[in-house]
């Protein structure tokens, strides 16, 4: 006699199934991690579709149907016979997926406040998740009138991309489903890195150099670039002004999606340019819904007059479209208002709790000294905690913050902040499925992020377009055929914003983003940071022989020990008004070691240091009390400490910032003691052929060639 069968106990989609459909579904039954697998290789096979580079995935073991060696590209597959899921599927009413909420990525760091909360902040007292979701259904259904009552130009089918005809909208080309030859060419070309340089004549932007693919060239703008409902509050917040000729230029690159690094921010242009890219967000995500609301609709008709509506694929595995990665809540707190204000129609925000947490932006600005430099005071101006992650929900008419992070449409957040979710490897609560479906990051700020830890900035990117471990209520059906062939992260554009370029910024442009429709690279042609120092001091700069990169900062080393420190110990019997400057915190660790072993006249000032430590070791400077002060970048960065009775000034390593080193220079003229003899000042700076930004940012782009390739290996500005 047969053992008899174990009964299952029905869960609450089970029961759900049961009520709505009638039957279960055959493969609810599977495992949530192991036959994800299985699920997306079997949806791939009733598309028709050849299977192309599996997505990355942290999961152990070997992912079934996933290439994860390279670009394999097979013969479309067809499914002999249509399998019970398809019958399934076809079988179902076009009903509305509704995300099951998830405990472990909430949308602030404080997990235990609930979605009530934000609610009640938002003025929703009475709201519920079943209003919620009823409301969320009210926008589909809504969104399906309008689109035929408004969409008369629009063509009722979707464009075909491989067919070569002519696009609307680079949107819609962008996130089309492509199987054509073209398309698998610049699969190839972006996944090894086959790119065309071409320089593009920038007059406003500066120096733009185009990495192509597959010989696309310059494009012409966007010809619907933009949603005509974000019209009206976008000049709001223009101030009642159409675009300016900086936004126009910038929106310009965003339009065709490519993946762009923009190093000329400033505070100045700080306004418009954080209004250009949470245009450009909120114009992703809206085009975005208003194409799943035309589906919905055609979904909904074909199941009315009993027919078949075809493939309508136009969601990602999770919710988050994208994401907006900034160093504080005071940035925070201006983007969001920003994308609330293009959400609602340029009304002003009303969200208490919000406010209170992240703004408002300038509340702490009298309170910092006005001896503080400007950049200074507008960077720490308002809430400067850096570990924050909010989650943006948008309406038709409006949005919502504090969403979970798996109901939200755009996530704001900052790499901390990021990191507290996702975890480390061997960590028992991680989560980053959230960021699987990603088709926008927005990386700003990222000279204030190298000040941070730049280290979790990189592992946000390494998670990111992974194949999630479950699969989070998603309708296969309506997933879009790059996410299941895992090709998503060649569709997610990146946008990196700073005020300079760095290797580190360098090295996301050269390993992650990687667009099918290429990438740009923006910088400005700098004057250089040498023509505002105002005090007349011989500056020194020394090219160091380096015999490789790897090797350089032990060769930088080596010269310090061997014939600076030396000469410190040398002056520490006379002159002692010596500061030695290091803009790696690496470096600066190394070098206070080796000068405790040698049981140096010093004092270190990093960031870690307390306020009495930093303001004696100043004191004992002015006074020749030590040989010299060992000082870090992090430290002038979040400090900007006036440092008085300085002689002797030498550059371990220049600067990231250009403006610390003319601020450094002209504190020997401003804040030197009367005594001093001018023969007494000095500056010397150490660099190496690889500090090409560096060099550029200080002396200018016209003379950083013959400092970095020229025969001498010195140079004296006066």
């Not at 990355?56 to 499914?79: D, E, M, N, Q, T």
């Not at 399998?83 to 998830?102: F, H, I, Q």
Request: with cysteine; charged share 30%.
């Amino acid at each position: 006699m047969p053992p008899a069968k174990k009964s299952r106990k029905l869960s609450r989609k089970d029961l759900n199934q049961l009520k709505e459909y009638g039957e279960l579904d055959p493969f609810s039954n599977l495992g949530e991690e192991n036959d994800l697998d299985d699920l997306i290789s079997k949806a791939i096979s009733r598309s028709g579709y050849g299977r192309l580079t599996g997505a990355p995935s942290l999961s152990k073991g070997k992912s079934k149907g996933h290439s994860h060696r390279g670009l394999a590209i097979s013969k479309p597959l067809k499914a002999s016979r249509p399998d019970a899921y398809s019958k399934l599927l076809k079988s179902l009413p076009a009903a509305p997926v509704t995300m099951a909420k998830r405990g472990v990525a909430t949308s602030d760091d404080e997990a235990e406040e609930s979605d009530n909360d934000a609610r009640m902040d938002e003025g929703e007292d009475t709201a519920t998740a079943e209003i919620e979701e009823e409301y969320e259904l009210d926008e589909v259904e809504h969104g399906a009138e309008e689109s035929e009552s408004e969409g008369e130009s629009e063509s009722e089918d979707d464009t075909d991309v491989a067919d070569g005809s002519a696009i609307k909208d680079y949107m819609e080309k962008h996130v089309a489903d492509d199987d054509s030859s073209l398309m698998h060419r610049r699969l190839a070309a972006v996944s090894q890195k086959e790119y065309t340089q071409v320089a593009v004549d920038e007059p406003l932007l500066g120096q733009a150099v185009l990495y192509n693919v597959d010989g696309q060239g310059v494009r012409p703008p966007n010809p619907n670039s933009i949603n005509p409902r974000l019209a009206k509050p976008l000049r709001k917040l223009n101030d009642g002004q159409d675009p300016s000729a900086l936004q126009q230029r910038l929106l310009g690159w965003f339009d065709q999606y490519l993946d762009v690094v923009y190093a000329d921010r400033s505070f100045d242009k700080e306004d418009e340019i954080t209004t250009a890219y949470a245009l450009h967000a909120m114009n992703h995500v809206l085009k975005s819904k208003d194409l799943e609301r035309r589906n919905k609709a055609k979904l909904s008709k074909a199941h009315a007059e009993g027919t078949d509506a075809g493939e309508l694929r136009d969601q990602g595995f999770t919710r988050p479209r994208v994401l907006i990665v900034l160093p504080f809540r005071n940035s925070a707190y201006k983007v969001v208002e920003k994308l609330y204000k293009l959400a609602s129609g340029g009304q002003e925000m009303n969200a208490p709790r919000f406010v209170k947490e992240y703004g408002p932006a300038g509340y702490e600005e009298s309170v910092i000294s006005k001896r503080k430099p400007d950049d200074f005071r507008k960077t720490f101006a308002g809430n400067i905690d850096d570990g924050f992650r909010i989650g943006v929900q948008l309406y038709r008419k409006t949005a919502r913050v504090y969403t979970e992070l798996y109901h939200s449409d755009i996530i704001v957040a900052s790499p901390l902040g990021l990191r507290m979710v996702t975890g480390s490897e061997g960590d028992e609560r991680r989560d980053f499925d959230f960021l699987s479906s990603i088709e926008m990051v927005i990386v700003d700020q990222c000279d204030a992020l190298l000040m941070q830890n730049w280290e979790h900035v990189s592992h946000v990117f390494s998670h990111l377009n992974l194949t999630p471990k479950k699969d989070h209520g998603c309708d296969f059906s309506r997933i879009r055929q790059w996410y299941l062939e895992g090709t998503a992260q060649h569709r997610r554009q990146t946008i990196l914003i700073s005020e300079y370029m760095t290797p580190e910024i360098q090295a996301v442009f050269n390993n992650n983003c990687r667009s099918i429709e290429g990438k740009v690279r923006i910088k400005p042609v700098y004057p250089g940071a040498i023509t505002d120092v105002v005090a007349q001091v011989p500056q020194v700069f020394k090219r160091l022989s380096v015999k490789r990169l790897q090797s350089a900062a032990d060769d930088r080393f080596a010269h310090f020990t061997e014939n600076v420190f030396p000469e410190l110990e040398k002056a520490a019997t006379g002159d002692k008004h010596t500061l030695v400057f290091a803009s790696s915190y690496f470096d600066f660790v190394r070098i206070r070691n080796y000068c405790r072993d040698k049981s140096c006249s010093f004092a270190a000032i990093s960031e870690y240091s307390t306020t009495s430590e930093a303001m004696s070791a100043r004191r004992s400077l002015y006074a020749g009390e030590l040989g010299f002060i060992l000082y870090s970048e992090r430290a002038h960065f979040y400090h900007r400490y006036p440092i008085k009775g300085i002689h002797r000034l030498v550059f371990y390593s220049l600067p990231e910032h250009p403006l610390f080193y003319t601020e450094l220079l002209n504190l020997m003229l401003t804040s030197n003691d009367e005594t001093a003899s001018p023969e007494l000042l000095s500056c010397t700076a150490f660099y190496t052929k690889y500090d090409q930004l560096k060099v550029e940012r200080i002396v200018g782009s016209r003379l950083a060639s013959q400092l970095l390739t020229g025969e001498r290996s010195q140079f004296t500005f006066a």
